[in-house]
């Protein structure tokens, strides 16, 4: 069955960038059917969209990260990442891998898999 | 304060219907972007619950309704289940924003 699992650092310094990544299984990585995305939750914001990247390669990013924030895909390994450069402690949340699948209807894409989710911690 | 709306929480007992409403604007759901709904159970990532205002994906059970009026849309639990306690969480696109956004969440309770 299809499966997202995001691995990682679950700690960060201050300042020194996230890296996290994404692997797809069960499924292509490959289709234009999709798009492949990462969202965070903290107890402050709640649900925030980071930003996607699309079958291609186009990458769409969250104007509140765009400035720090890169999405890519590698789809010889079936993974997509998210790197968040100068984190600080408001960076500290639970980050879901997403998939977004295009059903034919208006903006935005749904978010039809999640995976478990993977809590990062920004402290020294 | 989220761009959507959502009451804090709802509650009911078992077996009856509630609503839970995403108030919008006219760069957001008043402008036609779809609405989406995602059900978050303790612990556990969202679950995709509608899709596209108002369309239950494959295995989401049909007490659950979702709609869409000018600048809101809600989304309807009728026969409420000890299971349905959880977060709920609607997603729509802002034009003026430029992203996509989500509603701060509505924590339903059965008593």
């Known amino acids: ?124 | 304060q989220s761009v959507l709306t959502q009451p804090p929480s709802v509650s009911g007992a078992p077996g009856q219907r509630v609503t839970i409403s995403c108030t919008g604007s006219s760069s957001n759901i008043g402008a036609g972007y779809d609405v989406h709904w995602y059900q978050q159970l303790p612990g556990t990532a969202p679950k995709l619950l509608i899709y596209g205002n108002n369309n239950r994906p494959s295995g989401v059970p049909d007490r659950f309704s979702g709609s869409k009026s000018g600048t809101s849309a809600s989304l309807a639990i009728t026969g409420l289940q000890a299971e349905d306690e959880a977060d709920y969480y609607c997603q729509s696109y802002d034009s003026s924003l430029t992203e996509s956004l989500f509603g701060g969440g509505t924590k339903v309770t059965v008593l």
Do not use: H, M
């Open chain 1, 1 to 124: 069955q299809f499966q997202l699992q995001e691995s990682g650092p679950g700690l960060v310094k201050p300042s020194e960038t996230l890296s996290l990544t994404c692997t797809v299984s069960g499924g292509s990585i490959s289709s234009s059917s999709y798009s492949w995305g990462w969202v965070r939750q903290s107890p402050g914001k709640g649900l925030e969209w980071i930003g996607n990247i699309y079958y291609g390669g186009n990458t769409y990013y969250s104007p509140s990260f765009r400035s720090r924030v890169t999405i890519s895909v590698d789809t010889s390994k079936k993974q997509f990442s998210l790197k968040l450069t100068s984190v600080t402690a408001a960076d500290t949340a639970i980050y879901y891998c997403a998939r977004r699948a295009d059903y034919g209807g208006n903006s935005p894409l749904p978010i039809d898999y999640w995976g478990q989710g993977t809590q990062v911690i920004v402290s020294s």
